[in-house]
């Protein structure tokens, strides 16, 4: 992943695709207020307005106000369009999604799942981005749910002769010390922005009890991206070293489920939505957050 984030290339694409979302939209508004004051114009000017053909100026005018009162709207129409109700995506393809939602002024973004990984690069690298271009963000709230991994735990585990699970203390302190360095880092990125005062942001870790089994992703609160992991899926660290039980969650298939779509769909991600809440409001604090506290 990182050599493909370093290709110049790639790096380049995704430069002309941030100043593209900048400034497209301060060009667009000025043109339109431009074809509206010159048709302004043309009505109380004649040279103008006998230049412009008279009342088509006014007309043109008239449509051109109306096209930017309707500017944003019809791009936040685009970008639910661009994004389907329902359908199934794989965990590499959250990127969309998560550019989707920083799009919007209030920024809600909810997690329950394994490690967060992948969540995790690209909340690390759009967050980033906002030090530089804010956009219309003015406030980000993160909340990401991941195992207790303090507990014994049949997955993660070591696999065991005949395939039994076989709890296995350093591994899940490893997967831990990860979650931990995550959570660092994004809250360090979350400090820089609340500090340059451009953008207000929070970013919080909870522990829940039990194995990754589901992977959720809610983006604010209007779409659900849920899935279930392989929990027999296998790892080796090592030549030398046992094999775990191990979820990828970049290969876990996703199912979308938007607030827009049909009845259905709408009390899906209202139930998700419930239910991550409720889960937050149970859910442990990790320790290095406790030790913090201390």
């Known amino acids: 992943m990182s050599g493909a984030r370093n290709d ?13 979302a900048r400034f497209e939209p301060v060009v667009t508004r000025i043109l339109l207020l431009g074809m509206f004051a010159v048709g302004l114009v043309a009505q109380f000017f004649e040279p103008v307005g006998d230049a412009l ?45 998560v550019t989707a939602a920083f799009r919007a002024r209030e920024v809600e973004i909810r ?18 981005g906002l030090l530089d271009d804010p956009g219309p963000t003015r406030h980000v709230s993160v909340r990401i749910l991941i195992p ?7 997955v993660p585990s070591r696999v065991g002769p005949d395939g039994a699970p076989v ?21 360090a990125i979350v400090e820089r922005l609340t500090v340059a005062g451009r953008v207000t942001a929070e970013c919080e870790y909870r522990l829940y009890p039990g194995i990754p089994r589901d992977k959720i992703c809610i983006f604010n609160r209007e779409q659900v991206l849920h899935g279930l992991y ?34 259905d769909a709408r009390v899906v991600v209202e139930t998700w939505n419930k239910h991550l809440d409720d889960l937050w409001s149970l859910a442990a604090v990790p ?8």
């Not at 709890?167 to 809250?187: A, H, I, N, T, W």
């Open 148 to 154: 207790d991994f303090e507990q014994r735990m049949t």
């Open 53 to 97: 053909e008279g009342k088509a100026a006014l007309g043109g005018s008239l449509l051109s106000l109306v096209g930017y009162v309707l500017y944003d709207s019809v791009r936040e129409l685009a970008t639910s369009l661009r994004l389907p109700p329902q359908s199934r995506v794989q965990s590499r393809e959250l990127g969309g999604f």
């Open 167 to 187: 709890d296995d203390p350093m591994f899940r302190r490893g997967l831990e010390s990860k979650c931990e360095v995550y959570d660092q880092r994004l809250s």
């Open 230 to 263: 392989n929990v027999v899926a296998r790892t080796v660290e090592r030549s030398t070293d046992p094999e775990f039980y191990d979820p990828k969650g970049y290969n876990t298939e996703l199912s979308v489920w938007a607030r827009g779509g049909n009845d």
């Open 111 to 128: 997690f329950l799942g394994y490690t967060g990984e992948t969540l995790y690069n690209e909340l690390y690298h759009r967050l980033e």
């Open 8 to 20: 110049p290339a790639l790096r380049g694409g995704e430069r002309l695709r941030r100043f593209q």
């Open 287 to 294: 320790r290095w957050r406790r030790g913090a506290a201390d």
